[in-house]
């Protein structure tokens, strides 16, 4: 098959996240920044009710799920497209806007789906990278590698693997400069950050933001996420999207979260006021080296990093090893609940610090 598939696919090799075996894992799965607990009852009594009604034989229809997503981003439906996870929101984005050979401004490291998207379109891939003593975006250097023959620009807000974010006046900066590209901000841990670049909507046509119910939401399993643009672009994309992507059985999840947001603001007070405190203070005391958060994520460099990713695997913790762009020897924490986080510091006191 090599002499017909595209180049530009030929090159790549797939993307393949260590998930093999993670869901018969015995531990905390701190690995893949999921929720690491359940959203609730509703989720459950939502979907006994969805397959209850007997219709899987019937395609999808989206109903009032594109309104109440809209209500809940604060813009109108109309801006709202739904996909396949954030994933899919991202793959169309890059199909759509950035082609053969065209220039796409990455700032690494950042969420791989990003660099998958743009080497199966064979794009020219531009990687200013974030800062390795404070992890800070690269604004700078974006900025000058932006002329007319950039098409996308990505701004992964917060960042995936450092947490760190870029300021909404910052991403202004940016589409100030970037006229004729289009600037794609992922906000998959806002719920977290609670920093939106929405409010430049209505300003910059150019600006689109992706956002996923896999993460705050807890809905990982049923890939559901979301563009959120002018509706000019919205059209463009339901072109490349297809009409069925999102199926029946997340989107009846999604009805039950959003119309029952109080399980999201507990869990996601107590990850950000609770447990991310615990764990900076933790590293602070021990001399570990952290980039400071704002997601359900940190990423920090113990001394020996493959000892210390082993030993917690071993004792019931699974982490993310990060490498790349400067950031090697890191390793990704995502945290969970407060008595999770007690527990995830008194391992690491124990088996970690002592050895």
Do not use: H, W
């Amino acid at each position: 098959m090599n002499n017909l598939v595209r180049k530009s696919v030929a090159r790549l090799a797939p993307y393949c996240p260590p998930l093999s075996g993670r869901r018969a894992y015995r531990g905390f799965l701190l690995d893949f920044n999921e929720r690491t607990e359940p959203y609730g009852q509703v989720v459950d009594a939502a979907l006994v009710k969805f397959v209850a009604e007997n219709r899987l034989q019937c395609y999808p229809e989206y109903g009032d799920v594109n309104q109440l997503v809209a209500q809940y981003a604060g813009v109108k439906a109309e801006n709202i497209l739904l996909s396949n996870g954030s994933d899919q929101a991202i793959d169309l984005i890059f199909r759509a806007f950035a082609g053969e050979g065209d220039k796409v401004i990455i700032p690494s490291p950042s969420f791989a789906m990003f660099y998958q998207c743009a080497g199966v379109n064979g794009n020219e891939v531009l990687t200013p990278q974030y800062d390795r003593a404070s992890g800070a975006f690269p604004l700078q250097a974006v900025l000058d590698v932006v002329d007319e023959s950039v098409k996308l620009i990505v701004v992964c807000n917060p960042n995936n693997p450092t947490a760190t974010l870029l300021s909404v006046a910052d991403i202004r900066r940016i589409l100030d400069v970037a006229k004729k590209a289009v600037v794609l901000v992922d906000e998959a841990y806002v719920e977290y950050s609670g920093e939106s670049a929405t409010s430049l909507l209505s300003s910059y046509p150019n600006l689109i933001i992706t956002r996923t119910f896999s993460k705050a939401f807890g809905l990982a399993a049923l890939r559901v996420g979301y563009v959120v643009a002018a509706s000019a672009v919205i059209d463009e994309l339901i072109k490349i999207r297809g009409p069925y992507d999102v199926n029946m059985v997340a989107l009846a999840a999604v009805r039950a979260v959003l119309s029952n947001l109080e399980p999201l603001r507990v869990y996601v007070r107590e990850v950000m006021m609770v447990s991310k405190p615990l764990v900076e203070n933790f590293f602070t005391d021990n001399k570990i080296f952290f980039y400071p958060s704002v997601a359900d994520f940190i990423l920090f460099r113990p001394v020996n990093p493959e000892k210390v990713f082993m030993t917690l695997k071993d004792n019931g913790f699974l982490l993310r090893p990060r490498r790349g762009y400067g950031f090697d020897g890191t390793l990704r924490l995502s945290f969970g609940t407060a008595v999770q986080t007690r527990q995830f510091i008194e391992v690491y006191k124990k088996v970690c610090l002592n050895n």
